[in-house]
């Protein structure tokens, strides 16, 4: 027997070199599913690629895996690039991945990115615009899908917390190309319900599941909703736009069914509360006046009605001897005057006075005489002044100057009605007068 | 006019309180609305007394209302 046994390490060593020299494996790209992950205590990683038929042990160390944007976990779809080598200890083949991206996420992310600033910018997330949640909403519209946990989970959680709120469920597609389109719909028909609030979601899945959230047309429908909107999308960590533009963002369904309403007992204890402290304001209102009452009631003056009288006598006192004071006073001052005129150089002198009067008099006298001669004067011209305007005014005087007049039985006649044809008249002149018979009336 | 909501009688309640609370208004008025709140007060645990379980319901494909049940659910 010349045949030459190799050693399990010659072998792999053989094919190893093999491989090495393969120009095709030295530097390939791989898409994957990753399975088996395990980040080793030294920063290397471990794990397995596949695809639905096959699969392939992957490493990548720690120089190269320090590099990696994300953190790679079992599932996710990556692309990778290395070279296949083998490892001989293990007798198998393997990937040394350089680089690993996850797979179409790139893609979504600057999508998700792109519309997020978007629409930030264009301020679909102001907080300006945010509608308050209302506290206690007696209706509450649900845009999801009409199967599956998260449907169940907000009807079971409002139903539990808060039963006597109505729930009306606007059924829509969570996934697939026409989600994005029916859940705007929903919203949009939901506008027209007559609804408190509103909550938009779906459940857990993959981003792609979950990516109508992501997409504009339902961003809009949700700012443009006049209801208030509570966003519930997947869990806990999926941020979408839809979030961004909710009023409110819940963690998960049940998150927002718990958002949404109040426990029935909470509020019954609110209004409790309510009920106790508005009868206790009144009674501290009661007891306040009734306390405001009692001092009003136990005041000085009300129990000793004596003192209104006291500074009203000492008033009326003071009052009085102020008056018998300056009434002495004026009779004083009247004493003094009196006295002063007694002794006044008239009434010591009473002569006097005729002596003065006797002057008076003659002056006066002569005085009066003068002017009873000027009066007399002015007299005899006013007179002779009036005869002369008589004269002007005397009804002889117009006769004077051609006019007559005429009377008919002792009546003057002034109007040619008043007289017939063969009347009598009489007719005056300025000198003499006549008797004439009417002839003729115009 | 429309019916008195569960909230808005709250509001009021509120508003109310921080009436009575701030003791500036006559004792006629506290009187007064003493009865008008707890009238609130009897609203709001009536509508929380009487309200039985509601039905949740769903908009039917032609625009119709229909019960909606979801899966396990005690019919």
Redesign the interface.
Known sequence: MNEKYLSITEINQMIKMMFDNAPFLKKVYLKGEISNFKHHTSGHLYLTLKDDDSKISAIMFRSAAESLSFVPEDGMNVLVTGRISVYPNGGNYQIYIDKMEQDGLGNLYIEFEKLKQKLQKEGLFDPKYKKEIPKYPMKIGIVTAPTGAAIKDIISTIRRRFPICKTLLFPALVQGVSAKDDIAKKIRMAQDYDLDLLIVGRGGGSIEDLWAFNEEVVARAIFDSKIPVISAVGHEVDVTIADFVADKRAPTPTGAAEMAVPTIQEVKTILKTKELEISKLLERKLSESANTLKKLSSSYVLKNPLVLYETKIQKLDSIHENLRKSIDLFLENKKKSLEHLKSSYILQNPSSLYEKKIENFETLKILLHKNFESILVKKEHDLQFTIQTLKLVNPLSILEKGYSFVKKDGQFVTDSSKINVKDELEITFFKGNAKVEVKEIN | MKEK???SA?KD?EV??KD??S?TIP?ED??TK?TD??NL?KF??E??DH????V????GENGE?KD?Q????EV
């Open positions: 909501t569960f909230e709250l309640l109310m309180i009575l609370e003791g004792l506290a009187i003493y709140a707890m007060v709001c645990q509508k929380l309200a039985t379980k509601q949740s319901k769903i908009l209302i909606f979801t899966t396990d659910e």
